[in-house]
């Protein structure tokens, strides 16, 4: 495709439900990140794949959270037992190769009641 | 660790009119990038200007200017003759380029920019 793209673009989830939200990069692309944006915040690193190689999780901010890329393309961001404080925009990013432009996806909102 | 701080939450000016915002940052890396992203109501996050550390020149992109302080570790973003279409949060970000594996990008808060008609 053209961009990044998200899907869902809208997440509602009950507390302790489980979600997964999908990242397809541009095609190409070698890097592929994941941020977290909270309201009215500057988004914060995730995780950091190279192919499907995941080489930085530092930011991933509990065991509940699991990203993976299997063929080093399409990648998913899965949170377990979800809790309100999970509530916010996540953000995907990737670059053709580590050194170059990051191009975002729209990102998926995620709610969690 | 890296951090980048912008001290202006909101930031308003008038179409036409010219308006800066100010980025500052902490390092004790000597290479790296920095980058100001736009982020309209829709989300998408767009790449304004990127100014490499080692270069000396600032960047420009038509309307928008980078003034690169690096020894200040500030690196303000001005927007001449502002439109409509400029109105978005604005977000200032840090790249390492020393470091394997630290290709993240680190943002700042991000400044509310409103143009006025």
């Known amino acids: 495709g053209a961009g990044v793209s998200q899907s869902p673009r809208y997440k509602v989830a009950k507390r302790g439900q489980d979600v997964a939200l999908r990242c397809d990069p541009i095609s190409g692309h070698v890097s592929l990140f994941w941020y977290q944006q909270a309201l009215g915040q500057g988004p914060e690193f995730l995780t950091y794949f190279q192919n499907e190689a995941q080489l930085d999780k530092s930011g991933l901010p509990s065991d509940r959270f699991f990203a993976e890329r299997p063929e080093g393309s399409v990648s998913t961001l899965k949170i377990q037992r979800t809790q309100q404080e999970d509530s916010a925009v996540y953000l995907c990013?990737?670059?053709?190769?580590?050194?170059?432009?990051?191009?975002f996806g729209p990102g998926t909102r995620l709610t969690v009641l | 660790a890296q951090t980048v701080t912008q001290s202006q939450p909101e930031m308003s000016v008038q179409e036409a009119e010219t308006v800066t915002l100010s980025c500052t940052y902490d390092?004790?890396?000597?290479?790296?990038?920095l980058f100001w992203y736009k982020q309209p109501p829709s989300r998408q996050m767009i790449l304004v200007i990127r100014?490499?550390?080692?270069?000396?020149q600032n960047a420009t992109e038509n309307r928008f200017s980078v003034n690169f302080q690096k020894a200040a570790k500030s690196f303000s973003l001005k927007i001449s003759d502002s439109q409509l279409g400029d109105a978005a949060m604005y977000f200032c970000a840090y790249r390492s380029l020393i470091i394997q594996g630290a290709q993240k990008l680190v943002f700042g808060q991000g400044t509310r920019l409103t143009i006025n008609p």
């Open positions: 990013a990737s670059s053709a190769r580590i050194i170059l432009q990051q191009f």
């Open positions: 100014q490499e550390a080692y270069k000396q």
């Open positions: 390092t004790s890396e000597s290479d790296y990038y």
